[in-house]
């Protein structure tokens, strides 16, 4: 899913298109992963209740995305 809505409290870390996604096939959130490679990424997935998997793809952005699931 891509951002459609205008309105920016509904980006990221807003758990509203993680949780949009999984609303679409009726499926409990558990089910599914969200793979990203931000912080606000990883935050929304956890917000949404939906396993993450961080992807760091620059040196030192494992531990700032492992820092971003930690925090919640």
Do not use: C, W
């Not at 009726?26 to 969200?34: I, K, Q, T, V, W």
């Not at 990883?42 to 760091?56: C, D, E, K, N, S």
């Amino acid at each position: 899913m891509g951002r459609d809505e205008p309105d920016p409290a509904l980006m990221k870390p807003s758990p509203y298109l993680v949780r949009s996604a999984v609303g679409i096939p009726d499926a409990h959130p558990a089910e599914y992963a969200f793979a990203g490679d931000s912080t606000t990424g990883m935050v929304a997935g956890r917000l949404a209740g939906v396993p993450v998997i961080g992807y760091a793809n620059k040196p030192g952005k494992a531990e700032l995305l492992t820092q971003a699931v930690r925090m919640l």
